[in-house]
């Protein structure tokens, strides 16, 4: 029998691998445990996107389909396309709404990311004092549930006399929006390399050419990012404008936004069933905040990694 003699520096060595992994010769299994841990997160995913891709599927094939067609099966494929749905849906209001819509975030959104991006670059680049206080009282802001403070804030439009105006809900939509905007470019604007900032500083630029010239173009895949995540909560948002947005006398004219005009939409019907314009006004509602998330995903992954990556 031929008896190996291992260095005691080997020894050693084997000895720790060995109590680290609790298997002689350090040999972990981690094979069958990663095969589970991959099934679970796989059929976990697999189930999540059937949960939200039969919904759509259903909605956009009722939108061709009549109330007969709908009632009978609710994802077979129609048996004659109809397309009269989405016109009569954008007659009846769907239009004015997606319009209004429209004018509130071509406004809400580059304020919203403007004044966010400042606020978290100072809080991000600068220390003074307060400077922690004052991140965490917009951080908090998240945290914070928008339900409690309805009615301050319906009292406070009031008095600024913006009731049912579109000036109004984009004050609102920026300050809602505020908080994680100046959260995620926090964390963004300090993983940035101080060189750069440094190097402009020694050359004599300002703290604005500094931040628009240097820090900003820098900073544009988390800006890319928080700002479609923007644009899909204020596209979707349906609380804020419910309660800000309503005519305050006869004369007011309606300033509906595209959630509320689907509410509108199913009101309107009464007791005639027309789920096909129903539906098409969903489907008119989702088309563009999907072209978007599609047209934008690579640049939303890079954001969200590269700030934990750096």
Same mark, same amino acid.
């Given at each position: 029998?031929?008896? #190996?003699?291992?260095?005691?520096?080997?020894?050693?060595?084997e +000895?720790?691998?060995?109590?680290? /992994?609790?298997?002689?010769?350090?040999? @972990? +299994?981690?094979?069958?445990?990663?095969?589970?841990?991959?099934?679970?997160?796989?059929?976990?995913?697999?189930?999540?996107?059937?949960?939200?891709?039969? =919904?759509?599927?259903?909605?956009?094939?009722?939108?061709? +389909? !009549?109330d007969?067609?709908?009632?009978?099966? $609710?994802?077979?494929?129609?048996?004659?396309w109809?397309? *009269?749905?989405?016109?009569?849906a954008?007659n009846?209001?769907?239009?004015?709404?997606?319009?209004?819509?429209?004018?509130?975030?071509?406004?809400? #959104?580059?304020?919203?990311?403007?004044?966010?991006?400042?606020?978290?670059?100072?809080? $991000?680049?600068? =220390?003074?004092?307060?400077n922690?206080?004052?991140y965490?009282?917009?951080?908090?802001?998240?945290?914070?549930?928008?339900?409690? $403070?309805?009615?301050?804030?319906?009292?406070?439009?009031?008095? &600024?006399?913006?009731?049912?105006?579109?000036?109004?809900?984009?004050?609102?939509y920026?300050?809602?929006?505020?908080?994680?905007?100046?959260?995620?470019?926090?964390?963004?604007? @300090? !993983?940035? =390399? !101080?060189?750069?900032?440094?190097?402009?500083?020694? *050359?004599?630029?300002?703290?604005?050419?500094?931040?628009?010239?240097?820090?900003?173009?820098?900073?544009?895949?988390?800006?890319?990012?928080?700002?479609?995540?923007?644009?899909?909560?204020?596209?979707?948002?349906?609380? &804020?404008?419910?309660?800000?947005?309503? =005519?305050?006398?006869?004369?007011?004219?309606e300033?509906?936004?595209?959630?509320?005009?689907?509410?509108?939409?199913?009101?309107?019907?009464?007791?005639? !069933? *027309?789920?096909? #314009?129903?539906?098409?006004?969903?489907?008119?509602?989702?088309?563009?905040?999907?072209?978007?998330?599609?047209?934008?995903?690579?640049?939303?992954?890079?954001?969200?990694?590269?700030? /934990?990556? +750096?």
């Open positions: 029998m031929t008896t #190996v003699v291992k260095a005691p520096g080997e020894a050693a060595a +000895k720790k691998r060995a109590s680290a /992994t609790g298997h002689p010769g350090g040999k @972990r +299994k981690s094979g069958s445990d990663g095969m589970v841990l991959n099934v679970f997160s796989h059929g976990f995913l697999a189930v999540w996107g059937i949960l939200i891709i039969l =919904p759509l599927i259903w909605l956009v094939l009722g939108s061709f +389909k !009549t007969v067609q709908i009632g009978e099966s $609710a994802l077979s494929w129609p048996a004659n109809h397309f *009269d749905a989405f016109p009569r954008w009846k209001g769907i239009g004015s709404y997606f319009a209004n819509t429209l004018i509130v975030m071509v406004f809400s #959104v580059p304020l919203t990311m403007l004044l966010g991006s400042m606020a978290a670059y100072v809080l $991000a680049r600068y =220390p003074f004092r307060g922690r206080p004052i965490y009282f917009f951080v908090s802001g998240a945290m914070f549930p928008v339900f409690l $403070a309805l009615v301050p804030l319906f009292f406070m439009v009031k008095r &600024l006399d913006m009731l049912n105006t579109f000036q109004g809900l984009i004050l609102v920026v300050a809602y929006s505020m908080p994680f905007t100046v959260f995620f470019m926090h964390s963004f604007f @300090r !993983t940035l =390399p !101080t060189a750069v900032h440094e190097a402009a500083v020694i *050359d004599g630029a300002s703290h604005t050419r500094i931040f628009f010239q240097v820090m900003m173009p820098m900073a544009k895949p988390g800006l890319i990012s928080v700002g479609i995540f923007n644009v899909l909560g204020q596209w979707n948002q349906y609380i &804020l404008p419910s309660v800000l947005m309503q =005519p305050q006398t006869g004369s007011d004219p300033r509906y936004m595209l959630t509320q005009g689907l509410i509108q939409l199913q009101y309107q019907m009464g007791y005639e !069933t *027309d789920l096909p #314009v129903l539906f098409a006004g969903v489907t008119i509602a989702m088309i563009p905040m999907l072209v978007v998330y599609l047209s934008f995903q690579r640049q939303i992954q890079a954001g969200l990694t590269s700030a /934990t990556l +750096k």
